[in-house]
């Protein structure tokens, strides 16, 4: 497909288990953004990749959060030993150049529900 | 670090009325992005303004990009129903990541 798509699209996990959340940026897409989003809040930045630079991290709320971009493409997010405040709307971003002038596209989201 | 602010965080209004949603940045921005989120959606861009008193027009929206190039604004004419939605401004910061403000919700009553 043409856009950006993510993966599950809702995920419901018991608390203390790890989830993996993946994101398939737009083809050719150098950057790629995570954001959490919680019901009727902003966006929360999390982590930012930008070609083969370092990843910013200076979002990720604490150290079970983790993420990785495979050859500059597909990207997992993994929250490990996952906590209830960690439910929310986590939405992955790509644009085409790394800089920060340039569009986002963002994809469908993951709605992850920790019981 | 930069910081993108938003007001008013929330607008409840009539259809038919207009609406307005102001974004100041607390450094100068190259250029500042509008998006839009449907209930239930995802952000969708809108818009970018880059030019020092820039002025676009989308059918009913009107963006603004002040002077000092810190503040914008979003503008929507005799809203609609289908307007309802979260409206971001966003800007690049000095580490070129782009920063989103917090969001203004649109509320439309029919």
């Known amino acids: 497909g043409a856009g950006v798509s993510q993966s599950p699209s809702n995920k419901v996990t018991e608390k203390g288990k790890d989830v993996e959340l993946r994101c398939d940026p737009i083809?050719?897409?150098?950057?790629l953004y995570w954001y959490r989003q919680s019901l009727g809040q902003g966006l929360e930045f999390l982590i930012y990749?930008?070609?083969?630079?370092?990843?910013?991290k200076s979002g990720l709320p604490s150290d079970r959060f983790s993420a990785e971009r495979t050859g500059g493409s597909v990207s997992t997010l993994t929250i490990q030993r996952t906590q209830q405040e960690d439910s929310a709307v986590y939405l992955c971003?790509?644009?085409?150049?790394?800089?920060?002038?340039?569009?986002?596209?963002f994809g469908p989201g993951t709605r992850l529900t920790v019981l | 670090g930069q910081q993108v602010m938003q007001i008013p965080q929330y607008q409840h209004v009539q259809e038919g009325e207009d609406f307005t949603t102001y974004c100041n940045s607390s450094?100068?921005?190259?250029?500042i992005q509008w998006y839009k989120q449907r209930p239930g959606g995802h952000p969708v861009f809108l818009i970018q303004?880059?030019?020092?008193?820039e002025v676009k027009k989308q059918k009913r929206l009107t963006f603004q990009f002040g002077e000092a190039k810190k503040n914008s604004s979003l503008h929507i004419t005799a809203t609609q129903t289908t307007d309802v939605g979260t409206y971001f401004c966003a800007g690049p910061s000095a580490g070129n990541k782009l920063v989103f403000g917090a969001g203004t919700i649109l509320r439309v009553k029919s």
């Open positions: 971003a790509s644009s085409s150049t790394s800089g920060g002038a340039d569009t986002q596209y």
């Open positions: 990749f930008q070609g083969n630079s370092a990843p910013d």
């Open positions: 083809s050719g897409h150098t950057a």
């Open positions: 450094t100068t921005l190259s250029n």
């Open positions: 303004l880059v030019k020092s008193g």
